[in-house]
């Protein structure tokens, strides 16, 4: 038997996302995809998925989840709670970072998410229909299935009913500047326009989406007033457009595919997730690099999650968090996981 749920509340800013839509930009189509690779990647393994299925992505108010059909896994990633009500009317929290099986019947009701993107997984993952290769959804161009009230989503049942919960330390993203590569535009600024950037304080604004960051601080200043403009060319995730205003936007996960603003850095993959955590108001500050320690920083941090996906713990069923478990594992002595 396949599981199926159903939204009986979409809540807000919600929307399915896996891994992205590769291969399509010269058709003017974006990658979209989650904005926390990172973080969709542990919801996965806390339900036994492989990293690119489908996953709900909360920004604001989570949605509510009921399940029609076979015994299904859920469990969140992220600033993010929920309440697990059964079928009898039994409630309980549920906290992230372990996984909790659900029967028909019974309902999740997902929170508001406190910190940035926040993930919610299902075992199997959320099969909308594949648009592309990919499940994620690209509003401006309605690709993909938005989350709405009263749809009902595939996903896989559980086995037998004794199977056992997964459960995880919390994946803590690196801290300090978020590091750029330069250009590759960075000679349409004045000279002082870099040391500008690299030395000030930027505040993330409430204009911000999934299309792009925008920032508010020190405004960097072009060679000229026509430097402000060039002829539109491929655009990235990750690119800091800086239009005439001098006041920079880093391109996110849903960013067009050309553009004519010049692009004085570019956000190294490394640091992508850490942008996806920044809420409006944050502060921000860069730091460049060269190709050679961005790549090195891509090959850590693939690692470093590596290890945290080898400290995923199988529980008896419906079992908690038991914090002292984590003291033998290599990740947590190294500090890469800390208690709240």
């Not at 059964?86 to 970072?97: H, I, K, Y």
């Amino acid at each position: 038997m396949n599981g199926l749920v159903e939204i009986s509340d979409p809540g807000i800013a919600n929307s399915l996302q896996d891994l992205g839509r590769v291969g399509y930009r010269h058709m003017g189509i974006a990658v979209s995809g989650c904005l926390d690779p990172l973080l969709a990647r542990c919801a996965n393994a806390l339900v036994g998925n492989p990293s690119g299925c489908a996953c709900i992505e909360v920004r604001a108010a989570g949605p509510a989840l009921t399940v029609r059909q076979g015994r299904v896994r859920v469990a969140l990633t992220g600033a993010l709670t929920a309440t697990l009500v059964r079928s009898g009317g039994d409630e309980r929290d549920v906290p992230p970072w372990q996984s909790v099986s659900l029967d028909p019947g019974d309902a999740l009701r997902v929170g508001f998410a406190a910190g940035g993107a926040a993930y919610v997984a299902i075992s199997g993952g959320f099969e909308t229909p594949l648009q592309l290769g990919s499940r994620s959804t690209y509003r401006r161009a309605e690709i993909g299935e938005p989350v709405a009230l009263g749809m009902r989503i595939p996903c896989a049942a559980l086995p037998h009913k004794g199977a056992h919960e997964y459960s995880a330390c919390p994946w803590r993203h690196d801290e300090g500047p978020i590091r750029v590569m330069l250009g590759p535009q960075d000679d349409h600024f004045k000279p002082e326009a870099i040391a500008v950037l690299l030395s000030g304080d930027y505040a993330v604004t409430a204009q911000s989406d999934r299309m792009g960051m925008r920032l508010e601080g020190p405004a960097l200043a072009h060679l000229t007033p026509a430097s402000a403009d060039i002829v539109s060319d491929g655009t990235t995730l990750g690119a800091i457009q800086v239009p005439g205003n001098g006041l920079p936007i880093i391109l996110l996960a849903d960013c067009q595919t050309a553009g004519g603003y010049p692009k004085i850095a570019t956000v190294i993959g490394a640091d992508l997730p850490r942008l996806a955590q920044l809420r409006p108001g944050q502060s921000i500050r860069f730091l460049a690099i060269d190709a050679r320690e961005a790549r090195q920083a891509l090959q850590a941090l693939e690692t470093r999650w590596k290890w945290w996906a080898y400290g995923v713990v199988h529980g008896m069923p419906g079992a908690e968090i038991d914090k002292d478990w984590r003291a033998g594992w290599p990740l947590y002595q190294d500090g890469w996981c800390q208690d709240e």
